[in-house]
């Protein structure tokens, strides 16, 4: 089946800092993905959904200019926590989709634990 | 506001029995439901899914019921093995406003050898 990759798969760093999180999909063109945000015991949150060459669509809440997303290529799409701090320390899962004339399903990668000292 | 809830943190079953996995839902407008299963420490991986037009759809052991009146889904697994010991989501979509998939907060499931 289809392949999302993500990395890094844990990442500490300290406030202040800015954090990349990388996802791929690796055999088949993603013109959506879709970047998640998990707490525990919690479900998995939306937070903002990239299309390839253009403008993320980000949900109620979520703050742009904290949470930049990238999405440049039709296999790549990145997610920069900016000026990081402590309560931004979560599980960040990202999700790919095909073309979406045939591939309904989503394709998670294997999420990324962010934490912030 | 959740609109989609697995109202059980956790279930255990024993090994050879059937494990049935519940799911409510809020929005009417939804249509298409997943169940997607995550080992610790990977991504959560896709299942089984139903659209409404159907209520019920089978692939091997894993089964998904969906009542639409109910606004309630589960998912039957039969007979239970140690490797389907996992957490459980279920997810829902609306297609025609966009691909926007809702998850519930998962269930546990441990079976027991």
């Known amino acids: 089946g289809a392949v999302v990759s993500q990395h890094p798969s844990w990442v500490i760093c300290k406030s202040g800092t800015s954090v990349k999180i990388e996802c791929r999909s690796l055999?088949?063109?993603?013109?959506?993905m879709f970047w998640y945000r998990q707490f525990p015991k919690q479900s998995l949150m939306l937070m903002a959904t990239?299309?390839?060459?253009?403008?993320?669509?980000?949900e109620q809440g979520v703050e742009k200019d904290k949470f930049l997303i990238n999405h440049a290529s039709l296999t790549l799409s990145t997610l920069t926590v900016t000026s990081a701090h402590p309560e931004d320390s979560s599980f960040y899962i990202c999700?790919?989709?095909?073309?979406?004339?045939?591939?309904?399903?989503?394709?998670f990668g294997s999420g990324t634990q962010l934490s912030v000292l | 506001d959740q609109q989609v809830k697995q109202n059980s943190p956790s279930l255990s079953v024993q090994e050879g029995r059937i494990s049935i996995l519940n799911c409510d839902y809020t929005?009417?407008?939804?249509?298409?439901f997943l169940w997607y299963k995550k080992y610790p420490a990977e991504g959560p991986t896709f299942l089984i899914s139903?659209?409404?037009?159907?209520d019920k759809n089978e692939d091997g052991r894993f089964t998904v019921f969906l009542n639409k009146s109910a606004k309630h889904l589960s998912l039957h697994i039969v007979p239970s093995q140690p490797g389907d010991s996992a957490v459980y989501f279920c997810?829902?979509?609306?297609?025609?406003?966009?691909?926007?998939?809702?998850f519930g907060t998962g269930t546990s499931l441990t079976v027991i050898p």
């Open positions: 139903i659209s409404s037009i159907k």
């Open positions: 929005n009417s407008m939804f249509d298409y």
């Open positions: 990239s299309n390839e060459g253009s403008k993320a669509t980000y």
């Open positions: 999700s790919a989709q095909g073309d979406g004339t045939a591939n309904e399903k989503l394709f």
């Open positions: 997810a829902a979509s609306a297609r025609n406003t966009g691909n926007q998939f809702y």
């Open positions: 055999d088949f063109q993603a013109t959506t």
